[in-house]
């Protein structure tokens, strides 16, 4: 069974950092793309960042410049580094991962920044 633990996230002032990480479990984590997606209050869930099995990442453009997506494959975790953060990416926070057309999401963690 899949398992996706995240941790991280909180409340920080505009321009501060946070980083966000999502242990994975039940999947050959080295072989699996990961994503970090999030969902804004009345608004639908948006993909934010992708990392493939061979590293590439692709951003957002609302975040490029500012967030960086990585992986440890030793330790199965994805992280999101965010930095000069910004209100408008306040926001829940899920990691996502797809096995067999079937996506994994974990249980999201709560990013609010401050003005």
């Known amino acids: 069974q899949v398992h996706l633990v995240q941790s991280g996230g909180g409340l920080v002032q505009a321009g501060g950092s946070l980083r966000l990480s999502c242990a994975a479990s039940?999947?050959?984590?080295?072989?699996?793309?990961m994503a970090w997606y999030r969902q804004a209050p009345g608004k639908q869930r948006e993909p934010v960042a992708t990392?493939?099995?061979?590293?590439?990442?692709n951003y957002t453009d609302s975040v490029k410049g500012r967030f960086i997506v990585s992986r440890d494959n030793v330790r199965s975790t994805v992280y999101l580094q965010m930095n000069v953060l910004k209100p408008e990416d306040t926001a829940v926070y899920y990691c996502?991962?797809?096995?067999?057309?079937?996506?994994?999401w974990g249980r999201g963690t709560q990013v609010t920044v401050s003005s």
């Open positions: 996502n991962t797809r096995r067999q057309s079937l996506d994994y």
């Open positions: 039940g999947i050959n984590f080295r072989l699996h793309p």
């Open positions: 990392i493939k099995s061979d590293g590439s990442t």
